[in-house]
Nanobody, 122 residues
Framework: QVQLVESGGELVQAGGSLTLSCTASGRTYNELSFGWFRQAPGKDREFVGCIIWSDSSKFYADSVEGRFTISRDITKKTVYLQMSSLKPEDTAVYYC???????????????WGQGTQVTVSS
């Protein structure tokens, strides 16, 4: 089993920056690929980005490419989502997920955090 806890969501102005954290416990952290997803009210959960455990390769959705960066700190068992140039359309609940082999599809992930709200005001 893997437990994931996200933090860092808050209200921020458009153009601002924010970093979300996802801390894992349980199963060996450095064998897990992690994904970030988001879900806005009335919309499906969508892929934001992922990091592959084996070589730290990272992939991003087109909508966030160049603005968001995923990183990890193995010693802290934490994955980060650094967000910059935020837009009102980035407003959503952001979820961290693990053990999905870097998939773009949320159904491929076995473990999920509780989510953290990010609100970007215009």
């Amino acid at each position: 089993q893997v437990q994931l806890v996200e933090s860092g969501g808050e209200l921020v102005q458009a153009g601002g920056s924010l970093t979300l954290s996802c801390t894992a416990s349980g199963r060996t952290y450095n064998e897990l690929s992690f994904g970030w997803f988001r879900q806005a009210p009335g919309k499906d959960r969508e892929f934001v980005g992922c990091i592959i455990w084996s070589d730290s390769s990272k992939f991003y959705a087109d909508s966030v490419e160049g603005r968001f960066t995923i990183s990890r700190d193995i010693t802290k068992k934490t994955v980060y989502l650094q967000m910059s140039s935020l837009k009102p359309e980035d407003t959503a609940v952001y979820y961290c997920a693990a053990d999905g082999s870097g998939s773009y599809y949320p159904t491929e992930y076995n473990y999920w955090g509780q989510g953290t709200q990010v609100t970007v005001s215009s």
